[in-house]
């Protein structure tokens, strides 16, 4: 059974860095984009960031200049690396992943991690 597991949220004050953690699990055959969303109280889950197999990259234009996707292909990981966080950047921020499962005949399937909260305040 596939699974994503975040980590890395927490409290931190304005201006500050947090860097969050996605690992893939389970009988994986193959990853494409792999990507990090986030849902504000009473607001809808939007994109923060995405990347490509080949690390090609894309950004919500809140998140430019600020924050940094990359990914680990050999430990099935993404990572995101906020700076110059903002209170307005507090949110539960989830992993999204589009997967191939070994025994799912090459078909993909996209998965979303737990959540991980992230809380920007002094």
């Known amino acids: 059974q596939v699974q994503l597991v975040e980590s890395g949220g927490g409290l931190v004050q304005p201006g500050g860095s947090l860097r969050l953690s996605c690992a893939a699990s389970g009988s994986i055959s193959s990853i494409s984009a792999m990507g990090w969303y986030r849902q504000a109280p009473g607001k809808e889950r939007e994109l923060v960031a995405r990347i490509s197999s080949s690390a090609s990259t894309n950004y919500a234009d809140s998140a430019k200049g600020r924050f940094t996707i990359s990914r680990d292909n050999a430990k099935n990981a993404v990572y995101l690396q906020m700076s110059s966080l903002k209170p307005e950047d507090t949110a539960v921020y989830y992993c999204?992943?589009?997967?191939?499962?070994?025994?799912?005949?090459?078909?993909?399937?996209?998965?979303w991690g737990q959540g991980t909260q992230v809380t920007v305040s002094s």
């Open positions: 999204n992943a589009w997967i191939a499962p070994s025994q799912g005949m090459g078909v993909t399937y996209e998965y």
